[in-house]
């Protein structure tokens, strides 16, 4: 028991990976970005059920961020967003010029508090980002209606959501704009990468070039194993492209996804949910299993206890974690202490617990009892 150390979050990665990376480095030696990613990106069109043209690699979920942004503001356009959110969010938008503006969350859910967004509309707001916080897409359909009475665009941050769905209906699959994120310790994992999915065909165009560094239909001749030596370029690129290596851990990852990790992520959140719905200093957080393939485990611990609960589980050797440092109180992003008490009285209720396809069954079971002990104590 003493030397127990469970990991918050890992990457699940083995012999299959491995031997796909191994083929591409010793058979094919093209570690840029060509027909591997190409492969990448029609294994995800069909997993979605989506035409091929939608789906969109780039190196991390943070990129596909940014270049969602860049392909729909302009420099000092304002986008509504959830203050409780990875940093990448807010960075995506202020790497393209746009201005983050701050939200409430929904208290049950943690995704963006709609009622909230809505006080803080402008004449130059331009898109409102959901953040699919712990796989939950919220209130999806409110989010969808307030964007388009308001002509606001909408990126969906489905960073923690690959291989989730809404009303039945894939994340990714409907709406505007939806970017994943594809790193180390998300749903699946290419290593690094993300992907941007949208069927804006300007959009698609737009980050399709931004990826190569603007270089215009760069995509099409990467694939078919060309270069471009004379080319145009009208937007500001960058070097966001997937390389064939991410893209062939990625393809392994994702065929593994249905039968492994999605069925071992639900069943680790079912057994903490059941145990712990009746204590009664933790606060469960809305969630529908039927929907959603958790990426972490967050809870409310009340009374003050979130920072001695922390201590003990890492004294027996479990990891846990606190998602996210609120944004506002960055000081890039303007020290606002104080101006989102909603979201600031989260921030020191929360607490993650270790969810990840590698715990084994034996590792929940004491995960549960070392939680249970301790509000048994205190
Ligand atoms: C992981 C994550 C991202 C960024 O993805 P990277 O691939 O790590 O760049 C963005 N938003 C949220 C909410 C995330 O959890």
Request: glycine share 8%; aromatic share 8%; charged share 25%.
């Amino acid at each position: 028991m003493v030397n127990r150390h469970i990991r918050l979050s890992r990457s699940i990665v083995g012999q299959q990976e491995a031997e796909a990376v191994s083929r591409l480095l010793i058979e094919d030696g093209y570690l840029g970005m060509g027909k591997e990613v190409k492969a990448f990106e029609e294994d995800i069109a069909q997993f979605l059920h989506v035409p091929r043209a939608r789906v969109i690699c780039v190196n991390s979920g943070t990129a596909a961020l940014h270049l969602a942004v860049q392909a729909i503001a302009k420099p000092g356009d304002k986008i509504l967003v959830q203050s409780l959110t990875f940093l990448s969010s807010f960075q995506a938008i202020s790497a393209a010029g746009a201005i983050p503006i701050a939200c409430e969350v929904d208290k049950e859910t943690l995704t963006l508090d709609i009622e909230d967004a809505k006080r803080r509309l402008t004449h130059d707001t331009c898109a409102v980002m959901p953040v699919h916080y712990a796989s939950n897409p919220g209130r999806l359909d409110d989010i969808y209606e307030f964007a388009s009475k308001n002509k606001l665009r909408v990126i969906e941050d489905a960073a923690h959501a690959f291989g989730c769905t809404y009303h039945k209906r894939a994340i990714g699959t409907f709406g505007d704009i939806a970017c994943f994120s594809f790193d180390g310790i998300k749903n699946i994992t290419s290593g690094e990468g993300g992907a941007v999915i949208s069927s804006d065909e300007g959009v698609q165009r737009q980050t399709r070039d931004a990826r190569l560094l603007g270089v215009q239909k760069d995509t099409e001749k990467r694939f078919s194993g060309e270069r471009s030596w004379e080319f145009e370029v009208t937007h500001q690129g960058y070097r966001y492209h997937m390389s064939n290596i991410f893209a062939a851990i990625g393809r392994v990852q994702l065929s593994r996804f249905e039968r492994e990790f999605k069925p071992k992520r639900i069943e680790i959140a079912r057994r903490y949910r059941s145990n712990f719905s009746q204590l009664k200093d933790v606060k469960l957080l809305e969630s529908n299993l039927q929907e959603i393939v958790p990426h972490i485990f967050p809870i409310r611990v009340l009374q003050g206890k979130r920072d001695s609960l922390r201590n003990f589980l890492a004294d027996k050797g479990i990891e846990s974690g606190v998602h996210y440092k609120p944004n506002h109180l960055l000081s890039f992003y303007g020290a606002q202490k104080g101006s989102l008490p909603v979201t600031e009285g989260l921030y020191e209720e929360l607490l993650t617990l270790p969810l990840h396809p590698g715990l084994t069954d034996d590792d929940v079971e004491y995960i549960i009892e070392i939680v249970r002990e301790y509000f048994s104590q205190k």
